[in-house]
């Protein structure tokens, strides 16, 4: 009877033990389950709404300033300026950069532009309160050249920079990295360019 009952005893621990190991496993496999739909949820939250602070910030699109961006008008006379907005930067050469960019883009209004299409930017740098602006050689080959048409160039940039960032009195062409003595051979530009106000109009819009 003895044995019988060691034997029974036995049995059911067992069971319980086997019973026991698989609510074990079982609890494992939730909490698992769990932690994932936590994690998943999550993720899937700060994709739809970002926090406001951490890695997400720089996905988020950039505030906008309102700046004037001259260009010329039609008879590359004057130069209007146009409004536009362009992302706010807080470094002043990325300020300038981003300037440039949008007078290269063009206007948005029936105003001329004054940089061809192609010229590329290749960098800015401020001393002095010069700005040195650094463009391709596609700033001279590409450019239909007269007299008219390289001033509107040259204070386009200079009166754009000059007008919308603190720190910037002057500025100054370059190509390739060098100074440049002219764009198409009518004026010198191997000196910087202080802001022309002569040359502005009011928009008639």
């Known amino acids: 009877m003895g044995s019988k009952r060691k034997t ?11 019973r026991y190991t698989r609510r074990f496993f079982l609890s494992i496999m939730i909490l698992v389950a769990v932690v994932f739909l936590v994690f998943f949820f999550v993720s899937l939250f700060d994709k739809i709404y970002p ?10 699109k950039k505030e906008k300033q309102k700046v004037q961006l001259y260009f010329s008008d039609s008879n590359e006379r004057f130069l209007v300026a146009e409004e ?12 300038a950069r981003e300037l440039v960019k949008a ?20 960098d800015i740098k401020v001393r002095n309160e010069t700005a040195r602006v650094n463009f391709s ?11 008219a048409s390289e001033m509107m160039t040259i204070y386009s940039l200079t009166n754009t920079l000059v007008a919308n960032v603190k720190g910037i009195k002057k500025v100054q062409i370059l190509m390739e990295g060098r100074d440049l003595k002219t764009i198409k051979g009518h004026i010198d530009t191997r000196h910087p360019f202080s802001m022309n106000r002569e040359l502005i109009v009011k928009s008639r819009i």
Do not use: C, M
């Open 8 to 18: 029974k005893e036995r049995h059911i621990k067992a069971k319980q033990k086997k």
């Open 51 to 60: 926090p406001a602070t951490g890695k997400s910030v720089a996905t988020k």
């Open 84 to 95: 536009r907005y362009i992302p706010r930067e807080k470094e002043i050469t990325d300020q």
């Open 103 to 122: 007078l290269i883009e063009g206007p948005h209004t029936d105003l001329v532009r004054t940089f061809p299409e192609g010229v590329e930017i290749e």
């Open 137 to 147: 050689n596609k700033l001279s080959s590409l450019h239909p050249g007269g007299s």
